[in-house]
Protein backbone atom coordinates (compact mmCIF):
# COMPACT_ATOMS: atom_id res chain seq x y z
CA UNK A 1 0.00 0.00 0.00
CA UNK A 2 2.90 2.54 0.93
CA UNK A 3 4.35 1.61 -2.35
CA UNK A 4 1.09 2.39 -4.28
CA UNK A 5 0.48 5.73 -2.16
CA UNK A 6 4.35 6.59 -2.54
CA UNK A 7 3.69 6.28 -7.16
CA UNK A 8 0.32 7.82 -6.63
CA UNK A 9 2.30 10.90 -5.39
CA UNK A 10 4.46 11.05 -7.75
CA UNK A 11 2.50 11.26 -10.47
CA UNK A 12 0.63 14.16 -8.59
CA UNK A 13 3.61 16.10 -8.06
CA UNK A 14 3.36 19.89 -10.03
CA UNK A 15 6.32 20.44 -11.95
CA UNK A 16 8.25 23.63 -10.63
CA UNK A 17 7.86 26.99 -11.42
CA UNK A 18 5.59 29.49 -13.64
CA UNK A 19 3.71 27.97 -16.62
CA UNK A 20 4.74 30.63 -19.00
CA UNK A 21 3.80 30.20 -22.63
CA UNK A 22 5.83 32.10 -25.51
CA UNK A 23 8.52 33.13 -27.30
CA UNK A 24 11.45 34.78 -26.39
CA UNK A 25 14.13 36.11 -29.08
CA UNK A 26 17.61 36.85 -27.31
CA UNK A 27 20.85 37.44 -29.01
CA UNK A 28 23.21 35.27 -27.77
CA UNK A 29 26.61 36.55 -26.32
CA UNK A 30 29.53 34.64 -27.71
CA UNK A 31 31.40 31.91 -25.16
CA UNK A 32 28.11 30.45 -24.07
CA UNK A 33 26.28 27.23 -25.48
CA UNK A 34 22.14 27.28 -26.41
CA UNK A 35 21.72 24.85 -23.46
CA UNK A 36 23.56 27.54 -21.08
CA UNK A 37 21.19 30.43 -21.92
CA UNK A 38 18.31 27.96 -21.67
CA UNK A 39 19.20 26.94 -18.32
CA UNK A 40 20.28 30.82 -17.51
CA UNK A 41 16.16 32.16 -18.40
CA UNK A 42 14.54 29.07 -17.18
CA UNK A 43 15.79 30.27 -13.47
CA UNK A 44 15.22 34.12 -14.44
CA UNK A 45 11.50 33.48 -15.02
CA UNK A 46 11.00 30.87 -12.44
CA UNK A 47 9.69 28.97 -15.63
CA UNK A 48 8.49 25.45 -15.72
CA UNK A 49 9.33 24.61 -18.76
CA UNK A 50 11.65 26.28 -21.69
CA UNK A 51 13.80 24.93 -24.76
CA UNK A 52 15.40 26.64 -27.36
CA UNK A 53 14.54 26.77 -31.55
CA UNK A 54 17.91 25.94 -33.15
CA UNK A 55 21.50 25.33 -31.51
CA UNK A 56 23.83 27.73 -31.87
CA UNK A 57 27.58 27.38 -31.33
CA UNK A 58 29.37 29.06 -28.29
CA UNK A 59 31.88 30.84 -30.71
CA UNK A 60 28.63 32.59 -32.53
CA UNK A 61 26.37 35.60 -31.29
CA UNK A 62 22.64 36.39 -32.61
CA UNK A 63 19.06 35.25 -32.90
CA UNK A 64 18.46 32.55 -30.53
CA UNK A 65 14.45 31.85 -30.34
CA UNK A 66 13.62 30.39 -26.32
CA UNK A 67 10.74 28.55 -26.17
CA UNK A 68 8.31 28.69 -23.31
CA UNK A 69 6.19 26.08 -22.25
CA UNK A 70 3.29 25.95 -25.30
CA UNK A 71 5.89 27.33 -27.62
CA UNK A 72 8.52 24.00 -27.44
CA UNK A 73 5.58 22.15 -29.65
CA UNK A 74 6.50 24.33 -32.16
CA UNK A 75 10.39 24.06 -32.43
CA UNK A 76 10.60 22.26 -35.15
CA UNK A 77 8.78 24.04 -37.49
CA UNK A 78 11.50 26.85 -36.14
CA UNK A 79 14.42 24.64 -36.69
CA UNK A 80 12.68 23.85 -39.92
CA UNK A 81 12.29 27.63 -40.95
CA UNK A 82 15.28 29.99 -43.06
CA UNK A 83 18.03 30.68 -41.31
CA UNK A 84 20.78 34.31 -42.01
CA UNK A 85 23.63 34.19 -41.24
CA UNK A 86 27.25 36.47 -41.36
CA UNK A 87 30.56 34.76 -40.88
CA UNK A 88 33.95 36.04 -41.31
CA UNK A 89 36.29 33.60 -43.06
CA UNK A 90 39.72 33.69 -41.78
CA UNK A 91 42.40 32.02 -44.53
CA UNK A 92 45.72 30.01 -44.01
CA UNK A 93 44.52 28.07 -41.23
CA UNK A 94 42.73 25.10 -40.85
CA UNK A 95 41.17 23.99 -36.82
CA UNK A 96 40.06 20.94 -35.87
CA UNK A 97 36.76 22.46 -34.96
CA UNK A 98 36.50 24.21 -38.21
CA UNK A 99 36.45 27.20 -36.22
CA UNK A 100 39.04 29.64 -33.64
CA UNK A 101 37.95 27.48 -30.94
CA UNK A 102 40.04 24.50 -32.01
CA UNK A 103 43.53 23.54 -32.96
CA UNK A 104 45.20 23.86 -36.20
CA UNK A 105 45.48 21.00 -38.15
CA UNK A 106 46.80 22.74 -41.40
CA UNK A 107 48.34 25.98 -43.00
CA UNK A 108 48.82 27.78 -46.29
CA UNK A 109 50.52 30.53 -47.58
CA UNK A 110 48.21 30.82 -50.45
CA UNK A 111 45.93 33.39 -50.38
CA UNK A 112 42.81 33.36 -52.94
CA UNK A 113 41.66 36.26 -54.82
CA UNK A 114 38.37 38.02 -54.76
CA UNK A 115 37.49 36.78 -58.33
CA UNK A 116 38.66 32.64 -56.85
CA UNK A 117 36.79 32.78 -54.25
CA UNK A 118 33.45 34.22 -56.34
CA UNK A 119 33.61 31.41 -58.43
CA UNK A 120 34.10 28.70 -55.89
CA UNK A 121 30.60 30.14 -54.13
CA UNK A 122 27.82 28.36 -56.85
CA UNK A 123 29.12 25.17 -55.86
CA UNK A 124 28.16 25.90 -52.67
CA UNK A 125 24.40 26.89 -53.27
CA UNK A 126 21.17 25.15 -53.93
CA UNK A 127 21.17 21.12 -53.08
CA UNK A 128 24.30 20.18 -51.68
CA UNK A 129 25.64 17.52 -49.92
CA UNK A 130 27.77 18.87 -46.60
CA UNK A 131 30.50 16.72 -44.21
CA UNK A 132 29.41 18.33 -40.90
CA UNK A 133 32.56 19.37 -38.31
CA UNK A 134 33.41 16.41 -35.96
CA UNK A 135 33.12 18.80 -32.83
CA UNK A 136 29.09 18.32 -33.75
CA UNK A 137 26.08 16.55 -32.17
CA UNK A 138 25.83 14.31 -34.11
CA UNK A 139 25.59 10.68 -33.24
CA UNK A 140 28.23 7.87 -34.21
CA UNK A 141 27.18 4.25 -33.21
CA UNK A 142 25.24 5.86 -30.56
CA UNK A 143 27.91 8.35 -29.49
CA UNK A 144 28.10 12.31 -29.56
CA UNK A 145 30.89 12.99 -32.39
CA UNK A 146 32.07 16.53 -30.14
CA UNK A 147 32.36 13.67 -27.24
CA UNK A 148 34.41 11.14 -29.40
CA UNK A 149 36.36 14.09 -31.07
CA UNK A 150 37.43 15.30 -27.68
CA UNK A 151 38.33 12.14 -26.57
CA UNK A 152 40.97 12.32 -29.29
CA UNK A 153 39.44 9.09 -31.34
CA UNK A 154 39.01 9.68 -34.94
CA UNK A 155 35.63 10.90 -36.01
CA UNK A 156 34.48 10.13 -39.61
CA UNK A 157 30.74 11.96 -40.72
CA UNK A 158 29.31 10.89 -44.07
CA UNK A 159 28.24 13.63 -46.29
CA UNK A 160 24.45 14.53 -45.72
CA UNK A 161 21.97 16.81 -48.19
CA UNK A 162 22.20 20.65 -47.35
CA UNK A 163 20.38 23.43 -48.64
CA UNK A 164 21.84 26.93 -49.34
CA UNK A 165 19.42 29.52 -50.68
CA UNK A 166 22.04 32.45 -51.02
CA UNK A 167 25.81 32.51 -50.30
CA UNK A 168 27.69 35.86 -51.46
CA UNK A 169 31.55 37.95 -50.98
CA UNK A 170 29.94 40.56 -48.32
CA UNK A 171 33.68 42.04 -47.79
CA UNK A 172 37.38 41.19 -48.13
CA UNK A 173 39.11 42.92 -44.92
CA UNK A 174 42.29 42.06 -45.86
CA UNK A 175 44.66 39.56 -47.72
CA UNK A 176 43.65 36.85 -44.29
CA UNK A 177 40.09 37.55 -44.27
CA UNK A 178 37.00 37.91 -45.77
CA UNK A 179 33.15 38.50 -44.53
CA UNK A 180 30.32 35.97 -45.92
CA UNK A 181 26.43 36.54 -45.76
CA UNK A 182 24.29 32.99 -46.34
CA UNK A 183 20.73 32.00 -46.03
CA UNK A 184 20.06 28.61 -45.51
CA UNK A 185 17.22 25.60 -44.64
CA UNK A 186 17.72 23.53 -42.16
CA UNK A 187 20.60 21.48 -40.61
CA UNK A 188 23.48 23.70 -42.46
CA UNK A 189 26.92 24.34 -40.88
CA UNK A 190 28.49 27.55 -41.41
CA UNK A 191 31.96 25.71 -40.02
CA UNK A 192 31.86 22.95 -42.90
CA UNK A 193 30.84 25.71 -45.52
CA UNK A 194 33.75 27.91 -44.86
CA UNK A 195 36.19 24.52 -44.16
CA UNK A 196 34.64 23.84 -48.05
CA UNK A 197 35.23 26.81 -49.23
CA UNK A 198 38.59 27.82 -48.20
CA UNK A 199 39.67 24.75 -49.84
CA UNK A 200 37.74 24.89 -53.24
CA UNK A 201 39.54 28.42 -53.48
CA UNK A 202 43.05 26.67 -52.72
CA UNK A 203 43.84 27.76 -49.64
CA UNK A 204 42.80 26.27 -45.97
CA UNK A 205 40.85 28.05 -43.56
CA UNK A 206 38.11 28.37 -40.38
CA UNK A 207 35.21 30.92 -39.33
CA UNK A 208 36.75 33.56 -37.24
CA UNK A 209 33.52 34.97 -36.10
CA UNK A 210 29.80 33.85 -36.61
CA UNK A 211 26.37 35.76 -36.30
CA UNK A 212 23.27 34.71 -36.62
CA UNK A 213 20.77 37.34 -38.18
CA UNK A 214 17.86 35.65 -38.71
CA UNK A 215 15.47 32.65 -37.70
CA UNK A 216 12.26 32.01 -39.97
CA UNK A 217 10.39 35.36 -38.42
CA UNK A 218 12.50 36.16 -35.33
CA UNK A 219 15.18 39.02 -36.65
CA UNK A 220 17.47 41.24 -34.90
CA UNK A 221 15.08 44.18 -34.12
CA UNK A 222 13.23 41.50 -31.91
CA UNK A 223 16.35 40.12 -29.84
CA UNK A 224 17.06 41.00 -26.42
CA UNK A 225 20.99 40.86 -25.05
CA UNK A 226 20.70 38.49 -22.76
CA UNK A 227 22.70 40.18 -20.29
CA UNK A 228 19.49 42.24 -19.91
CA UNK A 229 17.35 39.23 -18.77
CA UNK A 230 19.64 37.37 -16.43
CA UNK A 231 18.45 38.24 -12.81
CA UNK A 232 21.09 39.44 -10.19
CA UNK A 233 20.54 40.72 -6.57
CA UNK A 234 20.04 44.59 -8.07
CA UNK A 235 17.50 43.67 -10.66
CA UNK A 236 13.85 42.39 -10.65
CA UNK A 237 13.12 39.00 -12.45
CA UNK A 238 11.60 39.91 -16.20
CA UNK A 239 8.51 40.26 -17.18
CA UNK A 240 6.28 37.82 -19.13
CA UNK A 241 5.62 40.64 -20.91
CA UNK A 242 8.51 40.25 -23.30
CA UNK A 243 7.23 36.82 -24.85
CA UNK A 244 5.54 36.69 -28.18
CA UNK A 245 3.18 34.98 -28.82
CA UNK A 246 3.18 30.92 -29.47
CA UNK A 247 1.82 31.40 -32.78
CA UNK A 248 4.35 34.04 -33.77
CA UNK A 249 7.03 31.17 -34.69
CA UNK A 250 4.37 30.10 -38.39
CA UNK A 251 4.27 33.70 -39.24
CA UNK A 252 6.81 32.87 -42.06
CA UNK A 253 4.93 29.81 -43.55
CA UNK A 254 2.25 30.88 -46.30
CA UNK A 255 -0.99 31.14 -45.58
CA UNK A 256 -4.18 29.26 -47.18
CA UNK A 257 -7.35 30.72 -45.87
CA UNK A 258 -10.62 27.98 -45.81
CA UNK A 259 -14.13 28.56 -45.14
CA UNK A 260 -15.49 26.89 -41.19
CA UNK A 261 -16.55 24.13 -43.14
CA UNK A 262 -13.29 23.03 -44.80
CA UNK A 263 -11.55 23.69 -41.04
CA UNK A 264 -14.12 21.02 -39.16
CA UNK A 265 -13.40 18.55 -42.01
CA UNK A 266 -9.41 19.11 -41.78
CA UNK A 267 -10.19 18.95 -37.47
CA UNK A 268 -11.32 15.36 -37.78
CA UNK A 269 -7.63 14.41 -39.39
CA UNK A 270 -9.83 14.42 -43.27
CA UNK A 271 -7.44 14.85 -45.82
CA UNK A 272 -8.89 17.59 -48.76
CA UNK A 273 -8.29 17.44 -52.49
CA UNK A 274 -6.24 20.64 -53.28
CA UNK A 275 -8.94 21.21 -56.70
CA UNK A 276 -11.12 22.56 -53.90
CA UNK A 277 -8.37 24.98 -53.64
CA UNK A 278 -7.61 26.19 -56.94
CA UNK A 279 -6.33 30.10 -56.79
CA UNK A 280 -6.23 29.70 -52.85
CA UNK A 281 -2.69 28.01 -52.31
CA UNK A 282 0.15 30.39 -52.02
CA UNK A 283 2.62 30.66 -54.49
CA UNK A 284 5.34 30.74 -51.61
CA UNK A 285 3.85 27.18 -50.77
CA UNK A 286 5.59 24.03 -51.97
CA UNK A 287 3.04 21.89 -53.73
CA UNK A 288 5.58 18.93 -52.98
CA UNK A 289 5.23 18.65 -49.39
CA UNK A 290 5.24 22.32 -48.31
CA UNK A 291 3.58 23.73 -44.64
CA UNK A 292 0.71 26.19 -44.99
CA UNK A 293 -0.62 28.01 -42.21
CA UNK A 294 -4.45 27.47 -42.13
CA UNK A 295 -6.46 30.49 -41.28
CA UNK A 296 -10.19 30.70 -40.98
CA UNK A 297 -10.86 34.29 -41.13
CA UNK A 298 -8.00 35.44 -38.89
CA UNK A 299 -7.89 32.70 -36.14
CA UNK A 300 -4.70 30.51 -36.84
CA UNK A 301 -6.24 26.52 -36.64
CA UNK A 302 -3.43 24.63 -37.65
CA UNK A 303 -0.80 23.63 -40.08
CA UNK A 304 -1.35 21.47 -43.30
CA UNK A 305 1.20 19.94 -45.53
CA UNK A 306 0.37 19.48 -49.40
CA UNK A 307 1.33 16.42 -52.12
CA UNK A 308 0.25 14.63 -54.14
CA UNK A 309 -2.65 16.94 -55.01
CA UNK A 310 -4.14 16.81 -51.04
CA UNK A 311 -3.86 18.74 -47.86
CA UNK A 312 -3.32 16.75 -45.25
CA UNK A 313 -3.73 18.44 -41.53
CA UNK A 314 -0.49 18.16 -39.74
CA UNK A 315 -0.86 20.11 -36.85
CA UNK A 316 -4.26 21.16 -35.33
CA UNK A 317 -4.01 23.80 -32.94
CA UNK A 318 -5.99 23.27 -29.15
CA UNK A 319 -8.22 26.52 -28.72
CA UNK A 320 -5.87 27.75 -25.85
CA UNK A 321 -2.65 27.69 -27.96
CA UNK A 322 -4.28 29.76 -31.59
Known sequence: MAGQGGHRGRQNRKPKGRPLDGWLIVDKPSGMGSTDVVTKLKRAFEAQKVGHGGTLDPLATGILPIAFGAATKAVPYVMDSTKVYRFTLKMGDERDSD??????????????????????????????????????????????????AREGQAVELQPRPARVDAFELVERVDDDTAIFHVQSGKGVYMRSLARDLARAAGTVGHIAALRRLRVGPFREENAIPLDRLIVTEDTPPPSPALLLPVTTALDDIPALAVTEAEAARLSFGQELSLVEFMGRVPQAANPDGGLVRVLSGERLMGLCRLGEGLLRPERWLARGDR
Open 99 to 148: DADGKTIATSDYRPTNEQLEAALPAFRGDIMQVPPIYSAIKVNGERAYDL
